[in-house]
């Protein structure tokens, strides 16, 4: 089963579909320079106290902080990227820059294979095993 998503700010071709790490999952449709521009993330924006506030329900949240004051949720969006599963060895990178929030291709990624970012810090606070299989995985988020 594969989830649609709007297009509107994704800026290469991918399919959302069930990932081995998690959930659902971002593919690559057509193979991926280094460097590529793939898409925006978009959602609520709310203050960073108001994030971590969610962030304590338990609920599945995605949450990006753009600055000290300020955070997306992006839980609700339509944007595919929302999708995106955490790597330790990931073949993308979030970039946060003037309030927008974009993923880049930091190697080349084949057709089919499924877009990772290495989350970094996140609310879960080392409490949430890590399913991303790969070589050297920190183990947790």
């Known amino acids: 089963m594969a989830l649609s998503y709007d297009a509107t700010h ?3 071709p991918v399919t959302l579909k069930r990932s081995r790490i998690d959930g659902f999952g971002v593919f690559a ?8 521009a793939l898409g925006l993330l978009t959602g609520e924006s709310i203050t960073v106290a108001e994030a971590r506030r969610r962030a304590q329900t338990g609920q599945r949240l995605m949450l990006v902080e ?4 300020r955070a997306i949720d992006a839980s ?3 944007d595919a990227m929302r999708f995106t599963n955490h790597s330790c060895l990931p073949n993308a990178r979030i970039q946060v820059e003037d309030g927008e929030i974009s993923f880049h291709a930091v190697r080349d990624i084949p057709r089919g294979e499924e877009i990772t970012v290495d989350y970094g810090q996140t609310h879960h606070e080392g ?15």
């Open 10 to 12: 994704q800026f290469v």
């Open 29 to 36: 449709d057509q193979a991926i320079a280094a460097g590529t």
């Open 66 to 69: 753009l600055s000290s004051a």
């Open 76 to 78: 609700r969006s339509d």
């Open 127 to 141: 409490r949430l095993p890590c399913r991303c299989g790969a070589s050297g995985c920190r183990g947790a988020l």
